[in-house]
C-alpha cells in the first residue's frame, strides 16, 4: 500500500509518518505543504492520502478536489484537530475523519476500512438529459466539449447546442469520473479530447480552445497548475 501524509505541522507530520510505520506500511511520502503534495500525486499512484484540513497556500479541503481530479481511485483520509470540517470533508470525497492527536488504534481502524472498500470502476460512456429552448437532449459523454455551472444547474456544450441540465456541476464532476474530464475551475470542467490548442494567459491561467466549435474558456490559476501537471503525467 502506497500512502501520502500531507500536513504543514512537522511535528504531527513525523507522529502520523510514525504510527503508519508501526502499522506496517513502508510506501510512505510525506509533504509539508500542499503544493508539493499536488507534484506527488501527478507522479505517482498513491492508494490513501491524508490531509490535514488547515494548511497555508490551499486547505486539505480544496487539495481533495485537485487530488479527485487527478487521481479518482485514491482514498481521502482527513486528519485535524476541528471537528466543525467532518461534513464539509465527507462532501469532499473523504472516507474517513480522524481527530488529532492520532493513535495507532485509529490508524489501524482506517486501513482496515480502506481495505474492504473498493471504488466503483469506470463507465466510459454515460448519458445526461438535458433542455434547450423546447428541445431535449439525451447526451452522449464522447459529445460534450464543456460544461460551466450556472447558479443551481449546468451548461453543457456539445456542437449543436448549450444544453440545460439540472444538475450541480459537482454532481457531474463525479458522474463523469473518467481520464478525459477535468475540472479546471470551480466552474468549468473540460472533455480533454476535444481541446484544440491552449495558452497561458494572466496570472498563469489557460486559455483553452475547442474542436470544430468557436467557444473558449479560462481556467483558473490552480486548475492551470494542476492540469499542467496531470498533462505531463499522462504524455510520458
Known sequence: MNILIVDDETLALSRLKRLLTEAGI???TACNNPIDAM???AKNNFD???LDISMPQLSGLELANHIMEISPQTFIVFQTAYSEYALDAFQSGGVAYLLKPLSLEDIEKTLDKVQGMTKPSTILNKKIMGKSGNRLYIIDSDDI?????DLDEVIVKIKEADVYVR???GE????LDTPNFFRVHRSYIVNIDKIKSMKS???SKLEISFKEISSVITSSKDGAKVFRE???KVSL
Open 145 to 149: 466539449y464543456y460544461i460551466k455551472a
Open 201 to 203: 494567459v494572466e496570472q
Open 26 to 28: 513502508k510506501e510512505i
Open 48 to 50: 490513501i492520502v491524508f
Open 39 to 41: 507534484k506527488e500525486v
Open 167 to 169: 444538475k450541480k456541476i
Open 172 to 175: 457531474l464532476d463525479l458522474l
Open 230 to 232: 496531470y498533462l505531463e
